[in-house]
Nanobody, 126 residues
Framework: QSQLVESGGGLVQPGGSLRLSCAGPGLTLGSYDIGWFRQAPGKDREAVSC????????TYADSVKGRFIISRDNAKNTVYLQMNSLRPEDTGVYYC???????????????????WGQGTQVTVSS
């Protein structure tokens, strides 16, 4: 059983919006840095955004800056990724990862995240 569970994916037209959720039935997400990653067919998993356990300034990939917003609700043990102005190149399986790291900030590196969900498919197409 995955420690993290993603939801909220689907099919959306270019320019549309989706909100992804990352729930932590097996973890207390407030104790972890949380990252969102995506993987398109035939490509490596890439960082999209992350937020530290302290809730400090999030980081974003250049390709999503100004369009995506990451946030966390520790009371609901959930991290969200609001995705606006979606483009076909945003298509992929989106994963959330949890990183137990006490250093400031959060990491874009896949290998630093020890816990993962099973992913949710996002397809942007007309």
């Amino acid at each position: 059983q995955s420690q993290l569970v993603e939801s909220g994916g689907g099919l959306v037209q270019p320019g549309g919006s989706l909100r992804l959720s990352c729930a932590g039935p097996g973890l207390t997400l407030g104790s972890y840095d949380i990252g969102w990653f995506r993987q398109a067919p035939g490509k490596d998993r890439e960082a999209v955004s992350c937020i530290s356990m302290t809730g400090g300034t999030p980081t974003y990939a250049d390709s999503v800056k100004g369009r995506f917003i990451i946030s966390r609700d520790n009371a609901k043990n959930t991290v969200y990724l609001q995705m606006n102005s979606l483009r076909p190149e945003d298509t992929g399986v989106y994963y959330c990862g949890a990183d137990l790291d006490l250093t400031p900030g959060c990491s874009p590196r896949v290998y630093e995240y020890g816990y993962w969900g099973q992913g949710t498919q996002v397809t942007v197409s007309s």
